[in-house]
């Protein structure tokens, strides 16, 4: 695959909007490979189709410590924005936290977070689930960092690091009931 020319500020093809991605099909898929590729080589973390002069909208990143966990994002749009951004994803967020904020939340030192500081989310139907949930964790050898609590917007919810020191959230969130099959649906779209 061929690596593609990075743009760099102030070039003002930066600024083009960008426009949604209408068809995924192996073209696309070849694009996305380049894409890696790409940021990979930079080295970097994430890479806009825009920075490569392709105006869709599309970004792929990877925060591991290996490098080993692509992800790609289609599509995506900021549904909120208060110092958290949401990108809905249908059936999944990613949310963009202040480091500090997502520290506070959890009740960790921002120097404990690692790197990337990334955290898991899993999503549960009732409030009443997240506790047992938690002690599953921990019974599997998870450490608990926030038990279950009722937080300030109306959810409930607790973090544990897993044995390998990953930080998974539980939460239940009475604004976005998961759909039947178990999907996020922020505001219960």
């Given at each position: 695959?061929?690596?593609?020319?990075?743009?760099?500020?102030?070039?003002?093809?930066?600024?083009?909007?960008?426009?949604?991605?209408?068809?995924?099909?192996?073209?696309?898929?070849?694009?996305?490979?380049?894409?890696?590729?790409?940021?990979?080589?930079?080295?970097?973390?994430?890479?806009?189709?825009?920075?490569?002069?392709?105006?869709?909208?599309?970004?792929?990143?990877?925060?591991?410590?290996?490098?080993?966990?692509?992800?790609?994002?289609?599509?995506?749009?900021?549904?909120?924005?208060?110092?958290?951004?949401?990108?809905?994803?249908?059936?999944?967020?990613?949310?963009?936290?202040?480091?500090?904020?997502?520290?506070?939340?959890?009740?960790?030192?921002?120097?404990?977070?690692?790197?990337?500081?990334?955290?898991?989310?899993?999503?549960?139907?009732?409030?009443?689930?997240?506790?047992?949930?938690?002690?599953?964790?921990?019974?599997?050898?998870?450490?608990?960092?926030?038990?279950?609590?009722?937080?300030?917007?109306?959810?409930?919810i607790g973090y544990f690091a897993d044995p390998e020191g990953n930080i998974w959230e539980v939460s239940h969130n009475p604004y976005s009931s998961l759909s039947?099959?178990?999907?996020?649906?922020?505001?219960?779209?």
């Amino acid at each position: 695959m061929a690596k593609l020319k990075i743009l760099e500020f102030p070039d003002p093809r930066l600024r083009t909007k960008a426009t949604p991605v209408e068809v995924v099909d192996d073209s696309l898929r070849l694009f996305i490979g380049e894409l890696f590729e790409t940021m990979y080589d930079a080295p970097g973390i994430g890479l806009a189709a825009t920075q490569v002069d392709v105006h869709k909208r599309l970004l792929v990143t990877d925060v591991s410590a290996d490098g080993d966990e692509p992800f790609v994002l289609i599509n995506p749009e900021i549904i909120e924005k208060d110092g958290v951004i949401a990108f809905d994803l249908i059936g999944q967020t990613l949310g963009l936290y202040p480091l500090e904020k997502l520290a506070e939340d959890i009740g960790l030192p921002v120097e404990e977070m690692g790197r990337g500081a990334t955290t898991f989310s899993y999503n549960v139907r009732d409030k009443a689930d997240v506790a047992p949930l938690l002690a599953k964790a921990e019974a599997a050898g998870g450490r608990i960092l926030r038990p279950a609590s009722d937080v300030f917007w109306g959810g409930h919810i607790g973090y544990f690091a897993d044995p390998e020191g990953n930080i998974w959230e539980v939460s239940h969130n009475p604004y976005s009931s998961l759909s039947e099959d178990g999907a996020f649906r922020w505001n219960g779209y």
